[in-house]
């Protein structure tokens, strides 16, 4: 039985090995695609496809005079570039064309980033021919739903670990540990991604990444803490069974000596006929030695 118990012990261990794990690199991509994390790194991305293929560039240096013509009476200025459109505060158009097509880069990551798609994520990223689905607020939420459900399934293995291990104080320890070693990858996952990944693909793949160390620096405090704790426990059950071990070593002599003590009369309880006639019995006993030694 402990054999069997120890075996699915270490087969649930690696399972809860890999969820944490998992886990990790799905907390990951939806902290790295929250909105503020994930603007300043699109805005260069943009920038190409704002002026390869919108021609936005090329629009507002050619349509500038008109911008400033037209703000003369109002507020803002909208106009539309392909699919996308352009509002653009006259305060903004006052400052020069090279500040027009900043905040109308900045603008187009905001309506990227919160575009609504019809579909699921992973037929999204199939049918659109841009991958800034896999940037989108979309992302985000697709894996911060995945991490969810991972997090359920981790909860059920620690419940399931805990209740194989024999040793309790042992629990926490291996927990801690666990959490430790999956966290470790995301030290420096964007170096190892450099290594293993081509040129091309790195421009992108940066972003989902962007708080990998975030996730390492929470999941190792906290797997540090949960080690501490089951080492504290360990040397608390420790001191617990030696001062259990001394007690009953201490309560062994106790029964001891009182046993030694049980034969001898004890003076407080005697009267003083019974007193007098044992100091009589003692001195006649002397005496009888004495005679007998002559």
Same mark, same amino acid.
């Given at each position: 039985?402990?054999?069997?118990?120890?075996?699915?012990?270490?087969?649930?261990?690696?399972?809860?090995? !890999?969820?944490?794990?998992?886990? /990790?690199?799905?907390?990951?991509?939806?902290?790295?695609?929250?909105?503020?994390?994930?603007?300043?790194?699109?805005?260069?991305?943009?920038?190409?496809?704002?002026?390869?293929?919108?021609? !936005?560039?090329?629009?507002?240096?050619?349509?500038?005079?008109?911008?400033?013509?037209?703000?003369?009476? /109002?507020?803002?200025?909208?106009?539309?570039?392909?699919? @996308?459109?352009?509002?653009?505060?006259?305060?903004?158009?006052?400052?020069?064309?090279?500040?027009?097509?900043?905040?109308?880069?900045?603008?187009?990551?905001?309506?990227?980033?919160?575009?609504?798609?019809?579909?699921?994520?992973?037929?999204?990223?199939?049918?659109?021919?841009?991958?800034?689905?896999?940037?989108?607020?979309?992302?985000?939420?697709?894996?911060?739903?995945? *991490?969810?459900?991972?997090?359920?399934?981790?909860?059920?293995?620690?419940?399931?670990?805990?209740?194989?291990?024999?040793?309790?104080?042992?629990?926490?320890?291996?927990?801690?540990?666990?959490?430790?070693?999956?966290?470790?990858?995301?030290?420096?996952?964007?170096?190892?991604?450099?290594?293993?990944?081509?040129?091309?693909?790195?421009? *992108?793949?940066?972003?989902?990444?962007?708080?990998? @160390?975030?996730?390492?620096?929470?999941?190792?405090?906290?797997?540090?803490?949960?080690?501490?704790?089951?080492?504290?426990?360990? *040397?608390?059950?420790?001191?617990?069974?030696?001062?259990?071990?001394?007690?009953?070593?201490?309560?062994?002599?106790?029964?001891? !000596?009182?046993?030694?003590?049980?034969?001898?009369? #004890?003076?407080?309880?005697?009267?003083?006929?019974?007193?007098?006639?044992?100091?009589?019995?003692?001195?006649?006993?002397?005496?009888? #030695?004495?005679?007998?030694?002559?």
């Amino acid at each position: 039985m402990g054999f069997i118990r120890s075996i699915l012990l270490i087969g649930v261990s690696i399972l809860l090995f !890999l969820s944490l794990f998992i886990g /990790n690199i799905f907390l990951t991509l939806s902290w790295s695609l929250e909105y503020e994390t994930v603007k300043p790194q699109m805005i260069s991305l943009v920038e190409d496809l704002a002026n390869n293929e919108l021609g !936005l560039f090329e629009s507002v240096n050619k349509n500038f005079y008109l911008m400033t013509t037209y703000c003369q009476n /109002n507020s803002e200025y909208v106009f539309a570039q392909e699919d @996308y459109t352009f509002v653009i505060p006259c305060e903004k158009i006052s400052l020069g064309p090279e500040e027009v097509i900043k905040y109308g880069v900045t603008n187009l990551v905001t309506q990227i980033y919160y575009q609504e798609y019809d579909c699921n994520f992973w037929d999204c990223v199939k049918l659109t021919d841009k991958p800034f689905v896999l940037v989108s607020e979309k992302a985000k939420d697709y894996w911060k739903s995945k *991490f969810y459900f991972v997090l359920m399934i981790t909860i059920g293995l620690i419940i399931l670990s805990f209740l194989l291990t024999e040793q309790k104080s042992n629990f926490t320890i291996i927990l801690g540990g666990l959490i430790i070693f999956s966290s470790l990858p995301f030290m420096k996952i964007n170096s190892l991604l450099t290594l293993i990944s081509p040129e091309s693909i790195m421009n *992108f793949l940066p972003i989902f990444f962007i708080r990998s @160390y975030n996730v390492f620096l929470i999941m190792f405090i906290i797997g540090l803490g949960i080690l501490i704790l089951g080492i504290g426990l360990k *040397f608390v059950s420790i001191g617990l069974n030696l001062t259990n071990f001394f007690s009953k070593i201490q309560e062994t002599d106790s029964t001891s !000596l009182k046993k030694g003590d049980s034969d001898i009369p #004890k003076v407080e309880n005697m009267t003083k006929e019974e007193i007098t006639k044992i100091i009589k019995e003692e001195v006649n006993n002397t005496k009888t #030695k004495k005679k007998s030694k002559k």
